[in-house]
């Protein structure tokens, strides 16, 4: 039941942010508000369990991804695919709303997206490493990543542009890979 109340929460996030209702989801559930409160104490324990699911989910896959044998430049493409589908629908407007409403819980999720930028910053060293990617200065590519990430997840920049987030983030992906390429 836990799994449904996530996935249906998930929805009410994509049409409404985070300002949906308990209510909301009982309607979409077609449960009672007892029923829902015996298996999520509080709507901030709700939203604490949908992010941890999100990520969670996204740190096994990267372990694989990461164990894998797959070359780095198939890596760092295969993370940031898998970041592209793992928070494509969540957008900048959670992250906005996280940040006014849940701020330990926005601060987690701010924590966990540094680690992923972190993790394909060491990547790109590796790749460096292998003469696959030429010498440049990784904390300004981190930078440079962070603030692309959180701004093409503007549902704003999205909308105007018609790019889905998946296709805003292969083309980060290819500008930072294909733009510090030695061949």
């Avoid at 372990?63 to 890596?75: F, H, S, V």
């Avoid at 981190?142 to 997840?153: D, K, R």
Wanted: glycine share 6%; aromatic share 8%.
């Amino acid at each position: 039941m836990k799994d449904k109340i996530i996935a249906a929460a998930l929805t009410e996030m994509e049409i409404h942010s985070l300002r949906f209702t308990m209510e909301d989801l009982t309607r979409r559930l077609h449960i009672g508000r007892n029923s829902l409160y015996k298996v999520v104490s509080s709507k901030d324990a709700l939203i604490k369990s949908v992010i941890d699911c999100k990520t969670t989910h996204f740190a096994e896959r990267e372990e694989k991804i990461l164990a894998g044998a797959d070359d780095t430049d198939t890596k760092i493409k295969k993370i940031l695919q898998l970041y592209a589908d793992t928070f494509g629908t969540m957008g900048n407007h959670i992250g906005r709303d996280l940040q006014s409403m849940y701020p330990d819980i926005w601060q987690g999720w701010q924590d966990f997206h540094r680690r992923t930028i972190h993790t394909v910053i060491e990547l790109i060293k590796i790749g460096t490493d292998e003469g696959l990617y030429r010498n440049a200065n990784l904390s300004v590519v981190e930078e440079i990543l962070t603030v692309l990430f959180e701004a093409l997840g503007s549902s704003e920049f999205l909308s105007r542009t018609n790019f889905s987030y998946k296709e805003a983030t292969d083309t980060v992906g290819d500008l930072v890979l294909y733009g510090l390429k030695t061949r």
